[in-house]
């Protein structure tokens, strides 16, 4: 069965730090992958996915995630946080050509402190 | 990107009662899906919402739990029956196109 973990429940930096958000998967066949956000209030959005290609993804905001298909990962990356990047973020997994059927991870909840 | 719209955004219920949650998707939607989303927990698929035919459940969800209906291709419901406090959790529907999913605001249901 697929599983997707996310390293950090909880994460509080300050404006301008660095963030790094781990996502470890597992799954028996080639999975796209997805980064959602979920700020307070609001539904969930795409930051950014990765079907193929270069490794490399950029995505809304600043964000960017790197597929490191040896280590089953799929972390998160933003040079420099904003306060406006306190929101809840979701790694998910889905198989494809299953019109994206998700498996979600924990998610981790992103403080940032003015 | 593509509209997903869910009725009703919040209700409280009365445990062993019924609700039934709609969502309506756009045109570019092929396939929905029902999520949920336990207090402080991420996000677990239910089911997939087949057109015309019986919804694909996730295991640990039945049918006569979470009814759920697909009649054409923009509109589902799903029915959260004979309810209790622990079906508490905000529910989620979610259109794909192939390439990406997009999800409503969801129901936030309460379960006194």
């Known amino acids: 069965a697929q599983s997707v973990s996310q390293h950090n429940h909880h994460v509080i930096l300050s404006e301008a730090a660095s963030l790094e958000l781990g996502c470890n998967y597992s799954?028996?066949?080639?999975?796209?992958l997805f980064w959602y956000v979920q700020y307070p209030g609001q539904h969930l959005q795409l930051l950014l996915k990765?079907?193929?290609?270069?490794?490399l993804v950029k995505g809304i905001k600043g964000f960017e995630a790197e597929f490191i298909k040896s280590k089953f990962s799929f972390n998160l990356r933003k040079p420099s946080v904003q306060w406006s990047d306190t929101a809840e973020y979701f790694c998910?997994?889905?198989?494809?050509?299953?019109?994206?059927?998700?498996?979600f991870g924990g998610g981790t909840r992103l403080m940032v402190k003015p | 990107s593509a509209v997903i719209s869910q009725k009703p955004s919040r209700d409280i219920c009365q445990r062993g009662t019924s609700l039934t949650i709609q969502c309506q998707v756009d045109s570019q939607v092929t396939m929905m899906f029902w999520y949920r989303q336990q207090p402080g927990q991420s996000l677990t698929l239910i089911a997939t919402a087949n057109q015309g035919s019986e919804a694909t459940y996730e295991s640990g969800f039945v049918i006569d739990k979470f009814p759920i209906s697909r009649p054409n291709l923009t509109f589902s419901t799903l029915t959260v029956s004979n309810m209790s406090p622990e079906d508490s959790s905000i529910y989620l529907c979610?259109?794909?196109?192939?390439?990406?999913?997009?999800f409503g605001q969801g129901t936030r249901l309460t379960v006194v």
């Open positions: 799954y028996g066949g080639t999975v796209n």
């Open positions: 990765y079907f193929s290609g270069d490794p």
């Open positions: 998910a997994v889905g198989p494809l050509n299953a019109g994206n059927m998700l498996t």
């Open positions: 979610s259109g794909g196109t192939g390439t990406e999913a997009f």
